[in-house]
């Protein structure tokens, strides 16, 4: 939450948010009730947030990896962050039949990139 409330996302840590989107990947595929029951109840959009992050970074990735850079901004590990975002909306289609449209729409997002 602190994440997605900080708008000048170069101040975000690209292996923070690689590690928040693992262990919400992780929960996502042990208990995908557990965790679909716990952001409708307390009103908490955690997949909506962690895509439109996801975009931010990826936004302001540099084109050209600096070798010589100690501070690393926009989306590091790219393919691993959509692969586990991949599977923490397809837990959350399973997890919950009322969830497959939303799920479905974030997919379409993913894919056409909107």
């Known amino acids: 939450k602190k994440m997605a409330d900080n708008k000048d996302y170069r101040k975000i840590d ?18 995908p009730q557990a965790l679909t029951k716990i952001c409708s109840e307390n009103q908490f959009p955690i997949l909506q947030q962690l895509m439109e992050l996801m975009k931010a970074l990826y ?12 501070v690393k901004q926009g989306l590091s590990h790219v ?27 974030f997919f379409v997002e993913l894919l056409l990139d909107t």
Not at 59 to 67: K, L, M, V
């Open 14 to 31: 690209p292996e923070a948010f690689y590690r928040v989107v693992l262990m919400t990947r992780g929960i996502a595929i042990q208990r």
């Open 79 to 105: 393919e691993a962050v959509v692969y586990s975002l991949v599977e923490i909306i397809y837990a959350f289609a399973l997890a919950d039949n009322e969830m497959v449209e939303p799920m479905t729409k």
């Open 59 to 70: 936004r302001i990735t540099p084109a050209y990896e600096e070798p010589l850079a100690i």
